[in-house]
């Protein structure tokens, strides 16, 4: 089994930055993606951004480009999500995702991200 785990979230104004990491652990075998989704208050699930592990190419919401930035550290299992000019639009639980090579999803427990106009 792989464990994701997410840190880095909290409460911050309109205009700020945070960064989000997700670190994998337990049965580690490079997955095929990484990602992010969020969830806020009635709403349901979405993408957000992702990266293909091996490649490096990154795709994201069109609600988060230009401001949001994914990478990767391979050799820390770790995927973080820089997010900055955040907006109070952008409050939710985000969720750290792993794809394996056999499309097999893994989720993190899920983070709160609030931020305050």
């Known amino acids: 089994q792989v464990q994701l785990v997410e840190s880095g979230g909290g409460l911050v104004q309109a205009g700020d930055s945070l960064r989000l990491s997700c670190a994998a652990s337990g049965r580690t075998v490079s997955p095929y993606s990484m990602g992010w989704f969020r969830q806020a208050p009635g709403k349901e699930r979405e993408f957000v951004a992702r990266i293909i592990w091996i490649a490096g190419r990154s795709y994201y919401s069109d609600s988060v480009k230009g401001r949001f930035t994914i990478s990767r550290d391979m050799a820390k299992n770790t995927v973080y999500l820089q997010m900055n000019s955040l907006k109070p639009e952008d409050t939710a639980v985000y969720y750290c995702?792993?794809?394996?090579?056999?499309?097999?999803?893994?989720w993190g427990q899920g983070i709160q991200v609030t931020v305050s106009s």
């Open positions: 995702k792993a794809t394996s090579v056999r499309q097999n999803d893994y």
